[in-house]
Structures are given as structure tokens and as C-alpha cells.
């Protein structure tokens, strides 16, 4: 089985925390090396959180091995994210519209922290160097420390990888999305043997807009027009704390009109960081199992809007919302009812008058234990 761990988000202490932890809990559970898929979808975070998650996640000997032995699914990864894609893992794929991006830390100072021979006292200078050195390093294991690529990166502060010359370089080993050819190129190392669940494991995440929605949906038709992907297969990875209620309707209703995709996310494993509003909807109304994480909450919600004043196919002059649009938010008010009965939430007299009297319903992960909303806790 392949266990995946999601590194999202600002990754400050707190967050590679919880990274950690998660990586800990699989290590210490497995009877052997567990085999670890690490979802990243970053635009970095602190360097020094990066360092002291480093240090920690390769000083045990069973994470440090499972971490080299990962496969890397790669949506976005920039600075401290980018740092941790290319210090582990065996197998590496990466979204076709993305650049890796490398960056060296920034330093803000003040008088108080240089001496009388305008030198940076030696903490702050020396914690920061450590992290170029880290960086450096990662660009010495893929053959990236030539002059012109050292040079843009010391001028700039960042080295940026388009995924086709990441793949050209032999850094990925695989880009997948609009230009995916399924194909590695010639030289490059095998595929392990669970690099196929990256494949199979697709990210809902940030805030749930028509383009976040539309590259989710092309991922879904591009899994199930592969014939090799058998039932149960598939992992959802969702955290979204935000989103379009139109435009979630529209991509839910696009899966449910295929057969294919239909039968794909019915069958599907659901891992939940976070999910509120248009997520939890998602991520409710699809799936055979769920596991949810131990800190998070969920919220379910009828919707609200913004509306632009002025714009007649919103709003009439006269306050009247418009007949089309009335008529889309009754259908995500109705999908959000008809999903609480069938989770059985409605039953609950006291869940119920919640989301009735406030329009939304929030539950901590063990009353989504408890309502058996989800088979697991991590």
C-alpha cells in the first residue's frame, strides 16, 4: 500500500510539523518501510523550518529511507517546497504548466545586526548560509551547478525549471497534464513499481475556481481513459477552505454526466486535510472510504455570493437577484440538502437547526467519526 503525504501551504514550523508527524506515525506503523507518495503544492515557506525539517525527517533511519525510496507528484513547488521535491524521492512527476522554482533566502536586517566592521552578527549570517548551502547542494545532485544557472541564481535570487526542461534534465521523470505524453525519456531511471499511484492520485485544492476545477477535471478524464486502472485505485487529496459554489456545481455535475469519471470518484479513496464550503460538498458526495485529518474541521454551507453591482445578469436596479442566477444557487442549496440526507445528518435535531438558523454546519473531525461521515483519523 502507498501512503500519501501532503506538503502544502506555507510551510512554517507548524505546517512541516505536520508533515513530520505524519511521516513519524507511517514509519512507526509500518512493519516495514512504508511506501510514501508526497503530494507537494507549495509556494515555499520558511528557510529555516525547511532546515530544522530536514535535519529531523532524515534522522531517523526507517523516514529517511522512505523518503528516499518516495515518489514526488509535483503541482507547484517553489523556494523551501522546492527544496524538499528534489532532496528525496526516487521517482519525480510534474504538472505540465509549472516551473521548480529554487530560490536563496532573504535576509531583512537592521542597523542592530551588523557590528562596527559592517559585518552581519555571525547568527543571523550563519543560518542563513546554511540554507544556500542546502540549495546548493540539490542543484550539485542534478547537474545544475554550471556557471550561467549559478550565475541567474546568485543575481536573482531564484532559479526557475519549466516542467519540459525539468523532464529534458532527467529531474522528473514524468509531466503530466496538457502536455503529457506518458512517456519518460530515454536515459532516465526505471519507474518503481508505485510510481502508477501518482497517476492515480489527483489534488483538490486552494480555492475552487472554473480553472483550478477545469485542470482537476482534465486530470479525471486523462486516469479514466487509461484502460489499466482498476476499481478502488484512485486517491482524492482534498484541502480547500474556499471556492466558487457555480463553478464546483458545474465540475461536479461535468463528472456525473460521464460514466467513466462517475464511475471512477464513486469508487474512489478520500484523504482529507481540510475541506469547507464547496469542498466538503466534494468531498462528501464522492468516494467508498474517507479518512479525514485528526486536526481539521469541516464545514458544509448553502453558499454565498458577491455580487458586482451593476451587472444586470446578477442584480436588477430595482434589488431583484437575477431569474439564471436564483436559479443556480437553488441547485447548490439543493445538492447541499439532499447530501445531508444521505449522510444521515438531518436526523440530528441540533445539526439540523444549525444549519437551518446559520446556513452552515461545521463538525470537528471526531463528530465526523462519530456520524461515520469517515472510516479513519491520521
Known amino acids: 500500500m502507498v501512503h500519501i503525504v501532503l506538503v502544502s501551504g506555507h510551510l512554517d514550523d507548524e505546517r512541516l510539523y505536520r508533515v513530520l508527524g505524519e511521516l513519524t506515525d507511517l514509519a512507526t506503523a509500518a512493519r516495514v518501510e512504508p511506501e510514501?507518495?508526497?503530494?507537494?503544492?507549495?509556494?515555499?515557506?520558511?528557510?529555516?523550518?525547511?532546515?530544522r525539517f530536514l535535519e529531523c525527517a532524515l534522522a531517523d533511519d526507517?523516514?529517511?529511507?522512505?523518503?528516499?525510496?518516495?515518489?514526488v507528484k509535483i503541482y507547484n513547488a517553489q523556494s523551501a517546497a522546492a527544496v524538499i521535491a528534489l532532496s528525496v524521492g526516487r521517482y519525480r512527476e510534474m504538472a505540465a504548466e509549472t516551473a521548480i522554482g529554487l530560490h536563496l533566502p532573504l535576509l531583512p536586517v537592521d542597523m542592530s545586526l551588523v557590528d562596527a566592521?559592517?559585518?552581519?552578527?555571525?547568527?543571523k549570517f550563519e543560518s542563513s548560509r546554511k540554507t544556500v548551502e542546502v540549495v546548493e547542494e540539490v542543484m550539485r545532485r542534478f547537474g545544475l551547478d554550471e556557471p550561467k544557472l549559478k550565475s541567474e541564481l546568485h543575481e536573482s535570487g531564484w532559479l526557475r525549471l519549466p516542467a519540459q526542461e525539468c523532464l529534458k534534465r532527467g529531474i522528473v521523470h514524468r509531466v503530466f497534464g496538457e502536455q503529457d505524453d506518458g512517456n519518460s525519456p530515454e536515459g532516465h531511471a526505471e519507474r518503481p513499481a508505485h510510481s502508477e499511484s501518482a497517476s492515480k492520485t489527483i489534488l483538490i485544492s486552494g480555492t475552487l475556481t472554473d480553472q483550478r476545477l477545469c485542470t482537476v477535471l482534465r486530470e479525471l478524464r486523462a486516469l479514466a481513459a487509461a484502460s489499466s486502472t482498476p476499481d478502488g485505485d484512485v486517491v482524492?487529496?482534498?484541502?480547500?477552505?474556499?471556492?466558487?459554489?457555480?463553478?464546483?456545481?458545474?465540475?461536479?455535475?461535468a463528472v456525473a454526466q460521464d460514466e467513466l469519471l462517475r464511475h471512477l470518484v464513486e469508487r474512489a479513496s478520500v484523504k482529507i486535510y481540510e475541506a469547507c464550503f464547496p469542498a466538503a460538498l466534494i468531498a462528501f458526495s464522492w468516494g467508498a472510504k474517507r479518512e479525514l485529518a485528526a486536526a481539521a474541521k469541516i464545514q458544509f454551507s448553502f453558499g454565498h455570493l458577491t455580487l458586482q453591482m451593476g451587472n444586470p445578469n446578477q442584480l436588477a436596479v430595482d434589488g431583484r437577484l437575477s431569474a439564471q442566477l436564483c436559479k443556480d444557487w437553488r441547485r447548490y442549496r439543493s445538492a447541499v440538502m439532499q447530501l445531508m440526507d444521505r449522510l444521515g445528518l438531518n436526523r440530528d435535531s441540533v445539526l439540523a437547526a444549525e444549519l437551518y438558523a446559520t446556513e452552515r454546519l461545521t463538525l470537528t473531525a471526531e463528530d465526523c467519526l462519530r456520524y461515520g461521515l469517515v472510516s479513519s483519523l491520521f
Open 117 to 123: 566592521d559592517d559585518r552581519l552578527v555571525e547568527f
Open 62 to 71: 526507517r523516514t529517511r529511507t522512505a523518503l528516499a525510496n518516495a515518489g
Open 236 to 253: 482524492l487529496v482534498i484541502e480547500s477552505s474556499a471556492g466558487e459554489i457555480f463553478s464546483t456545481m458545474a465540475f461536479m455535475e
Open 36 to 51: 510514501l507518495l508526497l503530494v507537494i503544492e507549495s509556494n515555499g515557506g520558511n528557510c529555516h523550518s525547511l532546515r
